[in-house]
């Protein structure tokens, strides 16, 4: 555990049960004593001290003491403990300003072609056994990103290093590459003179890593040959999310079992409560019925897109009358393609 923290920056919560950290820290009472006996049971006189120098360590770290907490009572440790370590699984979330409707079953499909065990709406376990791709495709507004973005912020805490590279069609390759290692190594690096030094380092740095890397919006097959073309490049158990409009970029890939899940849009049942929730937001309908009428009708002139549903219906938020209700959905009707 010791070692890991200091390789990788992971987390220890040293919980003293019914034991001081000075006794921890110092060796002190029953520690004394266990040591002893280890010594006279001759364990190597090295490990004896590496053990030591280990708990020097962990009885300085902030934790709980149960003797310090409410009286001792164990009911207010764990309600404590819980609280940290949702507080510490959460550092790394990607932030998504709302998760919509009727997201869990992608959600599970796209856990299931991972091949992580979820259960409850958590990812219990990733197995290490293989590198796993999938690609998330769909058009344009259908909700590929903050899908990716669910998945990202319930499973990232199961993996050595972490990067989400959102939106990358807008950048280089040079710069994607100097963006994705410095985040997998989790420190700034010094830029990359060439793509091709990119991907000797790729190559050479992440093969004992268990790594989750994200790449949002993908257009081009060099993007993906560039960022994650060999799956030999990262460890076991590692996991690659890829969104695009285009599925033919998911061929880039040195393997052909490439996962898909193919993102369709939202249902006219949750597309209708996504609507209401922005467009009634502080506002209270003279006419409830006409407005619930040409909701109903401009949701399925939007075809069930989230992007889409959430800009109309901030507009019509702000022209609270029927004309411009009415004027919206004809001009929906007439110009689909400028939906989103």
């Not at 990232?156 to 069609?169: E, K, P, R, T």
């Not at 970029?249 to 922005?278: C, I, T």
């Not at 619930?292 to 702000?318: F, N, Q």
Request: charged share 25%.
């Amino acid at each position: 555990m010791w070692e890991c923290r200091k390789s990788y920056g992971q987390t220890i919560i040293p919980i003293f049960y019914d034991i001081s950290p000075t006794d921890v820290k110092g060796q002190a009472g029953d520690f004394e004593r266990y040591f002893n006996q280890h010594e006279i049971d001759g364990v190597d006189s090295n490990t004896i001290e590496t053990w030591k120098e280990v708990l020097r360590q962990v009885g300085g770290l902030s934790g709980y003491d149960r003797e310090n907490i409410n009286g001792g009572y164990i009911s207010q440790l764990i309600i404590e403990v819980a609280a940290r370590v949702s507080q510490e699984l959460k550092k790394g979330d990607k932030n998504i300003t709302e998760v919509p409707v009727g997201i869990d079953l992608p959600v599970q499909e796209v856990m299931r072609k991972l091949g992580v065990v979820y259960s409850d709406g958590q990812a219990v376990k990733v197995p290490d056994k293989d590198v796993r791709v999938v690609g998330i495709c769909g058009m344009l507004g259908v909700g590929k990103t903050t899908l990716a973005k669910v998945v990202f912020n319930k499973m990232h805490m199961w993996f050595d290093a972490c990067s989400f590279l959102q939106g990358i069609s807008s950048e280089s390759i040079q710069l994607l590459q100097h963006m994705l290692i410095s985040d997998l190594l989790e420190k700034e690096t010094a830029p990359l003179k060439s793509s091709g030094e990119g991907i000797e380092k790729m190559a050479s740095l992440f093969g004992n890593r268990r790594v989750l890397i994200v790449l949002d919006d993908v257009h081009e097959d060099e993007q993906i040959k560039a960022l994650a073309g060999n799956l030999n490049w990262f460890g076991p158990g590692s996991r690659i999310i890829v969104t695009t409009e285009k599925r033919n970029v998911l061929n880039a890939f040195n393997v052909g079992a490439v996962e898909e899940y193919k993102m369709e849009p939202m249902r006219d049942y949750h597309s209708l409560q996504l609507f209401r929730k922005h467009v009634f937001l502080g506002h209270a309908s003279q006419d409830v019925s006409e407005y619930d009428s040409l909701s109903i009708d401009i949701v399925r002139a939007v075809g069930g897109l989230p992007l889409a549903i959430v800009h109309h219906a901030s507009y019509l938020r702000r022209n609270m009358n029927i004309d411009t209700w009415r004027s919206t959905l004809e001009f929906l009707k007439k110009h689909p393609e400028d939906r989103v």
